[in-house]
C-alpha cells in the first residue's frame, strides 16, 4: 500500500499556519492593490462571473483555492514518488522550457508565459521546483565533500540548463534566482571557495561600474604586492595562482564595458542605471522604483490604512500587484505592517530549515535547503527592488504577489516539503 500522509498530527502545523497568514495578508494587498475609486472592486456587489474576472483579487482567489486542491493532491500522493519521479519531472520540464521559447507569444519582450485560453502559465517558476528535486535526487546519489570532477558537471549541468533555456526566453529575473541553490549545496559539503569567489566577482563588477578602472586594478595590484612584501612564502607557494587571480581580475574589469555595452539588452542596461543613479531621470526609467519608494515613505508608522493609500489608490507604481507588491504594505499599513510581513517571512525561513535539518534522508535535507534558498533569494530581492536597493528584476514576492504561477509554484515547493516531513513524523508515531 503506497505510503500517504493519513494523520494530520504528522504536518507542521507552524509552517501551515505562516503560509495561510501570509497568503491570507497577500489577498488584502492584491485587493488594495487593484483597487480603483471610480470602479470599487466590491465583492458584495451582484457581478457576473465574466464581470468577476476582471479583479485581480477574485482571480487571486480562483488561484487559492486551486492551490488548496495542490496541497490535498501533494499530502496524499506516496512520498516515494518524490524521490522516484525527481528527474522524469526535471525532463518533462526541459522539454516544456524549450516549447514555451518558440511558442510562446512575446510578453512585454519575453517569450515566457503559455496561454491556456483566458489562463496563463509560467514555466520558469515551476522549474525552481523540478530543478530542486532533481538537484537533491543527485546530491542524495554522492558525497559532494569527495565528489570527482564528473559529478561537480553534472550537478553544475542539472543547474544550469533550464538557467539558460530560461535566459533565452529573454526572462533574466527567473533565471537568476536560481543561484540560490549554490546556498543548498553549500550546506551539504560544497567548498565555500565557490561562494566567495562568486561574491567577489559580484563586488568587483559592480565596482568597475562605480570606481575609475586604473584606480581599481592600481589598488588591487598594491593590496596583492603588500600581501608577498609582509609574507615572502607567497612567493614561492601561491604566486602562479596570484597571478592567475590577478588576470582574472583585470579581464573582468576591462570586460565590464564590453559586456554592459553589446551583451545585456536596453532595459537591462537601464535598470542598473537606475540603481546606480536613482535620481537620473526620475520621471521616466526610474519611475516604478521612485513612485514605489514614496508609497513606502508616505505610510509612516502605521500606514494611511486600508484602501486609503494615494500611491496605490491613483495607480501611480506601475505593476503593483505583482513584483511592487510590498510597497503597498507599506503605504497602507506603514512601519508596523512592513515589520509584520517580514517577520512572518523570517519565521518561516527558519521553520523550513528546522524541518530540513530533522530530515533522516539527504534527498530530503537537501531539498529543504533548496526550498528554504529559494525563497529567501525571491523574498529579499523583491524587497530591494522596492526598495530601490537592487535592480528591478521581475521577481515576484512568495505567497503575496498577484499571479497564479507563483502562487501555485510557491505552494508547491513548500508543501512537497512538508509532505517529506509529514512521512518522516509517521514513522516516529508507529
Known amino acids: 500500500m503506497p505510503t500517504t500522509v493519513r494523520s494530520t498530527r504528522s504536518i507542521d502545523w507552524p509552517t501551515v499556519l505562516i503560509y495561510v497568514l501570509l497568503v491570507g495578508l497577500g489577498w488584502v494587498a492584491v485587493y488594495a492593490a487593484s483597487y480603483s475609486p471610480d470602479a470599487p472592486a466590491d465583492p458584495l456587489r451582484n457581478l457576473s462571473f465574466a464581470e468577476l474576472m476582471g479583479f485581480n483579487w477574485f482571480k487571486q482567489l480562483l488561484w487559492m483555492g486551486a492551490s488548496l486542491v495542490l496541497i490535498v493532491i501533494l499530502l496524499v500522493v506516496d512520498y516515494k514518488a518524490y524521490d522516484t519521479l525527481a528527474y522524469a519531472l526535471y525532463g518533462g520540464m526541459i522539454v516544456l522550457l524549450v516549447l514555451t521559447i518558440f511558442i510562446a507569444r512575446p510578453i512585454a519582450g519575453s517569450r515566457s508565459w503559455l496561454e491556456f485560453g483566458p489562463m496563463r502559465l509560467q514555466p520558469a517558476e515551476f522549474a525552481k521546483f523540478t530543478t530542486a528535486l532533481a538537484a537533491s535526487r543527485f546530491m542524495a546519489s554522492i558525497n559532494l565533500r569527495q565528489q570527482n570532477w564528473r559529478d561537480q558537471a553534472v550537478l553544475a549541468g542539472l543547474t544550469l540548463l533550464p538557467v539558460v533555456l530560461i535566459l533565452a526566453s529573454n526572462e533574466t ?243 512537497t516539503l512538508l509532505a517529506l516531513d509529514a512521512h518522516r513524523k509517521q514513522d516516529l508515531l508507529r
Not at 526620475?282 to 508608522?301: E, H
Not at 484602501?307 to 491613483?314: E, N, Y
Open 173 to 415: 529575473g527567473q533565471a537568476l534566482v536560481f543561484a540560490a541553490l549554490l546556498l543548498a549545496f553549500f550546506r551539504e559539503g560544497m567548498s565555500p571557495l565557490i561562494l566567495l569567489l562568486l561574491a567577489a566577482g559580484g563586488v568587483i563588477l559592480l565596482l568597475a561600474l562605480l570606481v575609475p578602472k586604473a584606480w581599481l586594478v592600481g589598488g588591487f595590484t598594491l593590496v596583492l604586492a603588500v600581501a608577498f612584501i609582509l609574507n615572502s612564502k607567497l612567493w614561492r607557494h601561491h604566486l602562479p595562482l596570484s597571478l592567475s587571480v590577478w588576470v582574472a581580475v583585470i579581464g573582468m574589469v576591462f570586460g565590464v564595458d564590453f559586456f554592459f555595452n553589446n551583451v545585456l539588452q536596453p532595459h537591462q542596461r537601464q535598470r542598473i542605471e537606475m540603481l546606480i543613479d536613482p535620481g537620473k531621470d526620475p520621471l521616466g526609467k526610474g519611475w516604478n522604483v521612485t513612485q514605489s519608494k514614496i508609497a513606502l515613505g508616505s505610510g509612516g508608522w502605521v500606514g494611511k490604512g486600508f484602501l486609503h493609500g494615494t500611491q496605490t489608490k491613483f495607480d501611480f507604481v506601475p505593476e503593483q500587484s505583482t513584483d511592487f507588491i510590498f510597497c503597498t504594505v507599506g503605504e497602507e499599513w506603514g512601519w508596523a505592517g512592513c515589520l509584520v510581513v517580514i517577520g512572518l517571512f523570517m519565521t518561516l525561513l527558519w521553520r523550513i530549515l528546522l524541518v530540513a535539518e530533522r530530515q533522516k534522508s539527504v534527498f530530503g535535507r537537501t531539498y529543504g535547503y533548496c526550498v528554504a534558498s529559494i525563497l529567501f533569494v525571491h523574498f529579499t530581492v523583491n524587497l530591494g527592488m522596492t526598495m530601490g536597493l537592487m535592480p528591478v528584476v521581475g521577481i515576484p514576492l512568495p505567497f503575496f504577489s498577484y499571479g497564479g504561477s507563483s502562487l501555485w509554484s510557491f505552494t508547491i515547493l513548500l508543501f
